[in-house]
């Protein structure tokens, strides 16, 4: 099923002197189950293109549809909700007042459905998967900027939702959270069917992605299937055949 589809979307930013094309007639595809890959240099449009598929910046044209619902169709509320219960955003965050404890803040954003004892289960179950289960009692601003982008994935996944976004979620961290972390994805969409797009400017951040995209000049090159070990010959190939 496709989770995420982009149709031809566009952003520009409006400036003093010429204006900034973010994205340009960006198309693709997220299904269920997959983890897709965005590489591209800082100011590529990586985060612009995240916002957008978060309904949280709108397209100048073009179609964003989630699970088949175009995104900015929809009343402003609705699509609020839909990123509150659908969609789990891995970015900077900033803990309400009165959840300033790692812990408490990420039992804090669990679906209320869910039994409190599981979730006190899951949440152990993350900080220990994001290799932060001894800094669960730390306050958020205790943490370095590294630790924060990993609970951020925690934070992401305890929603249980059907897509994550990933903000180089991996930066700062050492070869062995990233290797967490990537493994800690690849369960989840295997064992949950979560979809998730993450974007980076390392491409060892992508090994084990269904799927990798180049964005350049807020275009997407060649998007196509790519296995693991392609991952990181990906860019070198690329700018070969430039």
């Given at each position: 099923m496709?989770i995420l589809?982009?149709d031809?979307?566009?952003?520009t930013?409006?400036?003093r ?8 007639d960006?198309s693709?595809?997220?299904e ?6 965005i ?7 990586k ?6 598929a978060?309904g ?7 179609s964003?549809r989630?699970t ?8 402003v ?14 970015r900077?965050l900033k803990p309400p007042a009165g959840f300033?404890?790692?812990s408490?803040?990420?039992a804090f954003s669990?679906?209320p459905?869910?039994?409190?004892r ?9 900080l220990?998967a994001v290799?932060?289960?001894e800094?669960?009692g ?6 370095t ?5 990993r609970?951020?994935l925690a934070?992401?996944l305890?929603?249980?939702p ?9 930066l700062?961290?050492?070869v ?6 990537q ?10 069917g979560?979809a998730?797009?993450m974007a980076t400017?390392?491409?060892?951040d992508?090994?084990?992605c269904?799927?990798l ?18 991952v990181?010959?990906?860019?070198r190939?690329?700018s070969?055949?430039?």
């Open positions: 496709t589809e982009f031809g979307v566009c952003k930013l409006r400036r002197g010429p204006d900034h094309v973010v994205l340009d960006v693709f595809l997220v269920e189950g997959r983890l897709v890959g590489l591209g240099a800082p100011g590529s449009g985060s612009m293109l995240l916002r957008i978060a949280q910046a709108v397209p100048d044209a073009g964003v989630f088949g619902r175009d995104l900015y169709a929809m009343k509320r609705h699509r609020d909700e839909l990123l509150v219960d659908s969609i789990g955003w891995a900077y300033g404890i790692l408490e803040f990420l669990a679906p459905k869910v039994e409190r599981c979730v006190r289960h899951e949440v152990a179950a993350l220990e290799g932060l289960a800094l669960a730390a306050s958020w601003r205790g943490l900027a590294a630790e924060q982008r609970a951020g934070h992401a305890i929603r249980r059907r897509l994550v976004l990933a903000d180089d979620p991996l700062g961290s050492d062995f959270h990233r290797e967490q972390l493994t800690l994805l690849r369960r989840y969409a295997d064992q949950h979560i998730v797009l400017s390392d491409a060892v992508l090994l084990g269904d799927e995209m180049m964005l350049s000049d807020g275009s997407i090159l060649r998007p196509s299937p790519r296995t693991s070990a392609e990181i010959d990906f860019p190939r690329e070969r055949s430039a």
